[in-house]
């Protein structure tokens, strides 16, 4: 009896991670495309650079299920010999850093192909099965106003960096009006239920309904033909399409067409009211679930046949009633059996954001039952957020199922300098070595793109290094002579490393700094860095004479906006303490933190990338009536600004762009000040709960129409601008260092769980009113 007990125990060990690899292949996934296809595809982008390049697409080329590209000239001719076109796009891009110093990024490229040809002759082979790229929030922050030419530059991105694995824009909600209607709903409700297009990502997560909708029939047009035509790409290059699968979230209305069903209530989400928060959640027990998720997927099932990879994410951010481990487990049962009858080969890919966001409501056991009720290997887990909140070991290797090691970094496209490069030069290869680890891929997860490109561009390159960079002052100056095609930056980049890319800390950095948060006066700003190393790294940017490129143009504006920023930051930390003082004192605080604030905007004059003219022209351009431009200018403003109709999630998705600065942080930032002082040379009380509704009235909600005026672009030379801004505030008196109250890892803990507490830099209900004290002498 105790030998069989003991063989049970042995058993369970070898075979709990062994790993059913079989419907996550990349020859099979990545080679439906034939091969003359992938190297017409790959060959036409190569052409776009130099028509020196020969390409063999090859997939027998494949070593371990994973991509291969070799690299050698001959003759004066690159010759490409790849798996797939997306493998011989990344490899010609691999030459393009490696041996050309050249760089093409998300914003700027920098392209130089020398003559004759660099001589190569190498081969790389991929780390791992997969490069998955995407938030389900990226969608919403980043491409949502885009049209395919925008998609097909960004696919041509995705292939040159490897990636293999990506999340297709599919037009959902297009598929789910077709769903609706047959089922009973009327127009109306429909309506009713669909959000703006800025928005429809919560709207698919179950989290909001109806906020910025209705969603207009010609959106839906656009959309399907953006599908059509960006899938059909994808498949061209060997990029496998993710495909949008049902969660369980379905339209209030549906109470009304199915009296007889069981629906669960969701509970709120960030305080948005009945009106627009939440749905309903389909019992998984019910027929219905599986009929709703059969219908979806054949709406969307042309599309799909040959991808077998499908995204459901049930509870992201979502609390349903009823909440029970039978719940979730047989909620997992119902979207995997119904992915199951429409696709023999399925394999589900889920976020892991819903154990990290709310550790409690996800207890490991119930985590455990919930990822073995799918048979293993046909779930693919993104573990999202591994750079800062790795689970992979907290959940043993997610009980056996494979995962993607995945680099969030970003939330809500949101600006600002920072990154941690030592854990993902050291993390991603830990995980890949440990004994019985079920990682089969890396990924880059941001809700939001256009940003801190650097950190993105390392990450990438862990998908084919061995082990991790060596010296990282050497790789970011070699980076920088690939950007800017100069030399001369490396001392500077040292200094970013050391400052604004060394973070190492659990506290939650989302980009909301003290300029782009609503004015209070009990914000509590924090660095994980010194002022000097950055003033240093810019002093090193605005002395490079020889540098000129699309590249050091934008890092020279990002290098001085994150420097002004911080200087305001300090300038703040002052003026709390000078409406304390006299009134001089105070009246001078608050103009020296409005100038910093002023002279920000000046820099982000400079460049257009800066600037939010684009973002809302963009949504413009998808109108076809005056009544669509007004709604998607809307559904453009209110994402970056208020996020909701009363403010639910103000700021989360700020953007550090110069009109923002012109006509909403400047603004609403001089009315509370001037309401502070006045309030303080009346001796009167100053009510801050008051000065912010006056605000909301008179700067948040009217930002939301105001005519845009030509921002007038500066004659200056950025480079002399930012030499005279340095010179400004490089040694500004008077100001100490943030505090730097980085919350820790504990050294003996490789994973952790998120700090549910309260965000630890701005008070959450802050005093409404303020007695200056009276015995301040009035000046």
Not at 308 to 332: C, G, M, R
Request: aromatic share 14%; proline share 5%; glycine share 4%.
């Amino acid at each position: 009896m105790q030998y069989t007990i003991l063989l049970v125990v042995l058993l369970k060990s070898v075979f709990s991670y062994s790993l059913n690899l079989d419907y996550l292949d990349p020859v099979k996934l990545q080679t439906i495309a034939p091969p003359a296809t992938q190297q017409n595809a790959a060959t036409q982008i190569i052409s776009k650079y130099t028509t020196k390049v020969l390409v063999e697409i090859n997939p027998l080329l494949f070593k371990d299920n994973k991509d291969v590209f070799s690299l050698r000239t001959v003759q004066g001719l690159l010759h490409i010999r790849a798996t797939t076109g997306v493998a011989a796009l990344w490899g010609f891009n691999y030459y393009l850093k490696k041996y050309c110093k050249s760089q093409i990024a998300w914003q700027v490229q920098r392209v130089v192909v020398p003559e004759p040809l660099p001589e190569v002759d190498e081969l790389v082979v991929s780390n791992d099965r997969f490069r998955y790229y995407q938030n389900v929030c990226t969608a919403s922050y980043s491409f949502v106003w885009w049209q395919t030419n925008d998609w097909v530059e960004h696919v041509q991105w995705m292939a040159l960096n490897g990636i293999n694995l990506a999340l297709a824009p599919v037009a959902q909600e297009a598929a789910w009006a077709r769903v609706y209607r047959s089922l009973g709903m009327t127009d109306d409700e429909i309506d009713e239920h669909f959000t703006g297009p800025a928005f429809l990502a919560w709207l698919r997560m179950g989290n909001v309904h109806g906020w910025g909708g209705p969603l207009l029939k010609s959106w839906n047009d656009k959309q399907r033909e953006i599908q059509d035509s960006v899938i059909d790409y994808m498949y061209q290059l060997g990029i496998v399409s993710v495909f949008p699968a049902f969660n369980g979230h379905v339209p209030k209305a549906f109470a009304r067409i199915f009296p007889n069903v069981t629906f669960h209530d969701v509970d709120t989400w960030n305080k948005f009211d009945a009106e627009h928060c939440c749905g309903l959640f389909v019992d998984p027990n019910e027929p219905l679930f599986k009929i709703i998720g059969k219908m979806f997927l054949k709406e969307t099932g042309s599309l799909s046949a040959t991808s077998h990879i499908y995204s459901s994410d049930p509870f992201n951010e979502v609390k349903i009633e009823q909440w029970s481990t039978a719940l979730v487990v047989q909620t997992a049962k119902s979207i995997f059996s119904t992915l199951l009858e429409f696709d023999d080969e399925a394999v589900w890919l889920l976020q892991n954001w819903m154990f990290v966001s709310d550790p409690l409501q996800w207890p490991k056991s119930r985590v455990r039952s919930f990822m073995t009720s799918v048979p293993n290997g046909r779930m693919l887990v993104l573990d999202l957020q591994a750079e800062q909140w790795p689970q992979y070991e907290l959940y043993e290797m997610y009980f056996g199922q494979p995962f993607i090691w995945c680099m969030l970094h970003n939330f809500g496209g949101t600006l600002g300098m920072f990154g941690n490069m030592i854990t993902i030069n050291k993390e991603v290869y830990y995980a890949r070595a440990l004994a019985n680890s079920t990682m089969i891929g890396v990924g880059l997860t941001p809700e939001g793109i256009n940003q801190n490109y650097v950190v993105y561009d390392l990450m990438l390159e862990s998908a084919w290094r061995k082990k991790p960079v060596e010296n990282l002052d050497t790789w970011a100056g070699e980076y920088a002579e690939r950007r800017y095609g100069c030399n001369t930056t490396t001392d500077a980049w040292r200094y970013l490393l050391k400052s604004v890319y060394s973070f190492n800390g659990l506290n939650k950095v989302r980009g909301k700094y003290v300029i782009t948060r609503r004015p209070s006066f009990n914000i509590k700003p924090w660095a994980w860095y010194k002022s000097y190393d950055l003033f240093q790294a810019l002093k090193k940017f605005v002395t490079s004479t020889d540098c000129y490129s699309d590249g050091f143009l934008y890092d020279i504006v990002d290098v001085t906006r994150q420097a002004l920023q911080y200087r305001a930051e300090q300038l703040y930390v002052n003026m709390q303490s000078a409406r304390y003082s006299n009134t001089l004192l105070f009246k001078e605080a608050i103009q020296q933190f409005l100038d910093a604030m002023i002279d920000i905007e000046s820099i982000l004059r400079t460049n257009t990338f800066f600037g939010a003219a684009d973002w809302i022209a963009k949504a413009e351009n998808f109108a076809r009536t005056p009544i669509e431009s007004y709604s998607y200018s809307l559904n453009a403003r209110n994402q970056i600004t208020l996020w909701g109709p009363n403010g639910e999630i103000t700021d989360y998705a700020c953007k550090q762009w110069a009109e923002l600065f012109h006509y909403y942080y400047i603004p609403r930032w001089t009315k509370f000040l001037d309401v502070a002082l006045d309030a303080k040379t009346k001796r009167e009380v100053f009510d801050e709960k008051t000065a912010r509704d006056m605000i909301r009235s008179t700067v948040e909600y009217k930002f939301l129409f105001v005519t845009f005026d030509t921002i007038h672009r500066p004659a200056v030379n950025p480079i002399d601008l930012a030499l005279d801004l340095y010179q400004k505030w490089a040694f500004y008196p008077g100001l100490d260092d943030l505090p730097q109250n980085v919350i820790r890892p504990d050294p003996g803990k490789r994973t952790t769980l998120p700090d549910v507490d309260k965000e630890s830099d701005e008070t959450e209900d802050p005093p409404s009113v303020i007695m200056w004290h009276s015995t301040t002498p009035i000046n």
